[in-house]
């Protein structure tokens, strides 16, 4: 029986510019190990996951090569340059493996260092019975629409039910042949890659993500981050 490949594809090109870190968050060092290191190593160790690309800002190489120097795995393919928005980055990665014959691919995000096993399983797993499977998170806070009044933030009316939303966390797993074609096919920036899903109405599952499969983004996702390593 033909080996059915399943990669993961991680998101690194960012500069991180809403975290205010001197170095671009993917690359923070917290305990002697780079974010970005932390996140190649999840899918690496990962006995699904067959090969990992990650996306990359040239400026970044040296930044790179120091966080991988620790991983010796022939599962880690040489990083592809990314583009100037994030749907540019993954169509570049996805053109990059697109002639390996892969059939999964998961989209991460670069600065997302603490993925589980069970979530990067359970997204493979998934695809057996949808065509696009991603993690989330329901809500628990009341949500608000708000406004500006008299340069202040207010309450301009109350938000949706919180039961009918949900937070979209990644990776993200998807047949290859359709979000490699559809990313190939499509011009406009979208902030992950379900949203693509969605527009064409396909079969989308969600799994349960975790508050611990934090994305860093802001100096206080840091500080959370520095707690979590």
Do not use: W
């Not at 923070?28 to 996951?49: P, R």
């Not at 996306?55 to 010796?72: D, G, M, Q």
Request: glycine share 6%; proline share 3%.
């Amino acid at each position: 029986m033909e080996k059915k490949i399943t990669g993961a594809i991680i998101v690194a090109a960012g500069e991180g510019i809403r975290s205010k870190s001197k170095v671009p968050k993917q690359y923070l060092n917290f305990g002697h190990k780079m974010v970005l290191e932390k996140n190649i190593e999840n899918f690496i160790c990962e006995s699904l996951i067959d090969f990992v690309l990650v996306v990359i800002n040239e400026k970044h190489r040296p930044l790179y090569n120091k966080a991988i120097a620790k991983i010796s795995s022939s599962k880690l393919l040489a990083p592809c340059s990314g583009g100037e928005t994030r749907s540019h980055s993954v169509k570049n990665g996805l053109r990059m493996i697109s002639n390996i014959g892969c059939k999964k691919i998961l989209i991460q995000d670069g600065a997302r260092p603490f993925t589980s096993s069970e979530i990067i399983k359970n997204c493979i797993k998934g695809l057996d019975k949808f065509d696009v499977v991603f993690p989330g998170i329901e809500i628990s806070d009341t949500i608000y629409i708000q406004k500006i009044q008299n340069n202040k933030k207010t309450v301009d009316k109350l938000g949706p039910n919180r039961n009918t939303l949900v937070r979209a966390q990644t990776p993200q797993a998807f047949h290859f042949d359709y979000i490699y074609e559809r990313h190939l096919n499509s011009k406009e920036e979208y902030t992950d890659d379900v949203h693509l899903a969605f527009l064409d109405k396909k079969k989308i599952g969600i799994i349960c993500g975790s508050e611990y499969n934090l994305k860093i983004t802001t100096p206080e996702d840091i500080k959370i981050a520095e707690n979590f390593f």
